[in-house]
């Protein structure tokens, strides 16, 4: 009796979806155009393929920075030192300083402004929805250590402590980065209720 088969034709992905990712974020790091072509072909992947996994080109540069961001704040919350309001001005402020002198985001701000600032800033896209996200759970996490008592709702502060960060560090009149990361600083130690 012949054995049927029961797998599905056709060879398996020679590469994950963290691979991708994580190439795509390899390149963004080294100043390097993120090429979905490029990736896919690099991977030994179907375009359908990446496709698939993450719609457009500019849906995947999205994936890769929310990624980033969202990994870089809490390993740069983990290395700060104390807690409460403090704690989270001097994660947000080495978050935003390195934001600000990361030369891949500088590349992609130079050759592709519009897009990037798409990606970056809209509210309906992947980056700001999740960076904000982040930024509330660390918020949070201070006020169920009893570390912290925000003036606003958490989600309201994290929103204002990202959106300010965008108007202080990308600027949109002129090709590249503002980062004005000395004034932000001082208006996030406000709103975080720190004092000097």
């Known amino acids: 009796m012949t ?7 056709g060879r398996p992905a020679a590469a994950t979806r963290e691979d991708a990712l994580a190439l795509g974020t390899a390149r963004f790091l080294a100043g390097e155009r993120v090429d979905v072509r490029g990736i896919a072909q690099e991977l030994g992947l179907a375009r359908a393929t990446m ?11 999205g994936e890769v920075l929310a990624t980033l961001a969202e990994e870089r704040l809490v390993e740069i919350r983990r290395a700060t030192a104390g807690s ?20 891949g985001l500088r590349t992609l701000l130079a050759q592709e402004q519009e897009r990037a600032l798409r990606v970056l800033t809209s509210s309906g896209g992947i980056v700001q929805p999740r960076v904000v996200a982040a930024v509330e759970r ?10 912290f008592a925000p003036v606003l ?15 202080f560090l990308y ?3 002129i090709i590249g980065i503002r980062g004005d990361t000395e004034r932000l600083r001082e208006v996030q130690a406000v709103l975080l209720g720190v004092s000097r």
């Open 51 to 61: 496709h698939r996994w993450f719609g457009t080109r500019e849906s995947f540069i």
């Open 3 to 9: 054995e049927i088969a029961t797998r599905r034709p």
């Open 138 to 147: 660390l918020i949070c996490a201070e006020i169920d250590a009893g570390a």
């Open 153 to 167: 709702a958490p989600g309201s502060l994290a929103y204002v402590i990202v959106r300010l960060a965008e108007s």
């Open 84 to 103: 409460g309001a403090r704690a989270l001005l001097d994660s947000f402020d080495s978050f935003n300083r390195e934001l600000a002198a990361t030369g």
């Open 171 to 173: 600027n949109d009149a």
